[in-house]
Nanobody, 123 residues
Framework: QVHLVESGGGLVQAGGSLRLSCAASGRTFSSYTVGWFRQAPGKEREFVAAITWSGGNRYYADSVQGRFTISRDNAKNTVYLQMNSLKPEDTAIYYC????????????????WGQGTQVTVSS
């Protein structure tokens, strides 16, 4: 069992930055690939970024490539999402999740999820 808690969301103006954190407890978190997803009202949950257990491989959605950076500190059991140059279309609830198998880009590939943190970008 892995328990995930996201934090760091908030209200920011377009062009601003936020850093989200995903803190884990439970089983050996450092062994897992972790992903970030987001869900806007009325839309499906969509992939944002993922990072392998060592941090050696990182994957990004086209919509955030070059603006967002995923990283992790396994000593702290925490994964981060640095979000720069934020746009109003980035507004959503952001979730972190532990990858269990399959395609990184699909929510069904993840089996443990946090409760989410709200990010709101004003224009």
């Amino acid at each position: 069992q892995v328990h995930l808690v996201e934090s760091g969301g908030g209200l920011v103006q377009a062009g601003g930055s936020l850093r989200l954190s995903c803190a884990a407890s439970g089983r050996t978190f450092s062994s897992y690939t972790v992903g970030w997803f987001r869900q806007a009202p009325g839309k499906e949950r969509e992939f944002v970024a993922a990072i392998t257990w060592s941090g050696g491989n990182r994957y990004y959605a086209d919509s955030v490539q070059g603006r967002f950076t995923i990283s992790r500190d396994n000593a702290k059991n925490t994964v981060y999402l640095q979000m720069n140059s934020l746009k109003p279309e980035d507004t959503a609830i952001y979730y972190c999740a532990v990858f269990q198998g399959g395609n990184y880009f699909y929510p069904s590939a993840y089996n443990y999820w946090g409760q989410g943190t709200q990010v709101t970008v004003s224009s």
